[in-house]
């Protein structure tokens, strides 16, 4: 059995959907599971592990980014702004690995964008939200982001491994 996929290049675009619907309801449903920490003060998104997925696929920057505006829209709370960023920071971030990958640096490097993304970015408009300095909030999100950013690369690592992702 052949459990190679397809790269992206060469890709359908109906398999790139149906890859991206599973990725995107993936994210929302880590994020759904996991939201007593997601949105805590360290904020360990365990969804955002998936980002490092775009480093293979690219095509998977903007689901990504979706579903993490969706998360916030659906369990955030904190109104426009965190749906809006949420947007923003996962194209970034997505972005971000997909760089890393292309320019064809270690692996470990994919979880620097997981990691400072949203812990670098999401404290501009959380300051200002919850009125705490921008300092406070970006040490305790890059703090929380540490878990996902290595799950990420694990997770590039092992379906590379196994030859799931070429």
Do not use: E, H
């Amino acid at each position: 059995m052949n459990t190679t996929i397809t790269p992206a290049k060469s890709m359908p675009v109906s398999r790139q959907l149906a890859i991206s619907g599973l990725v995107m309801a993936s994210y929302v449903v880590l994020m759904l599971l996991t939201q007593g920490v997601a949105f805590g003060q360290f904020q360990i998104r365990i969804a955002t592990a998936l980002y490092a997925l775009s480093a293979v696929y690219p095509f998977l920057i903007v689901p990504l980014a979706v579903s993490n505006m969706l998360s916030n829209l659906l369990m955030g709370g904190l109104g426009l702004p965190d749906i809006i960023g949420g947007l923003f920071v996962g194209l970034t971030t997505g972005t971000l690995v997909y760089w890393i990958a292309r320019c064809k640096l270690n692996d470990w490097l994919l979880a620097l964008p997981v990691i400072l993304g949203p812990g670098l970015i999401v404290p501009v408009w959380l300051s200002y939200l919850l009125g705490v300095p921008y300092s406070v909030l970006a040490v305790s999100l890059v703090i929380g982001q540490i878990v996902p950013g290595i799950a990420g690369v694990l997770l590039v690592k092992q379906l590379k491994a196994k030859q799931v992702l070429r």
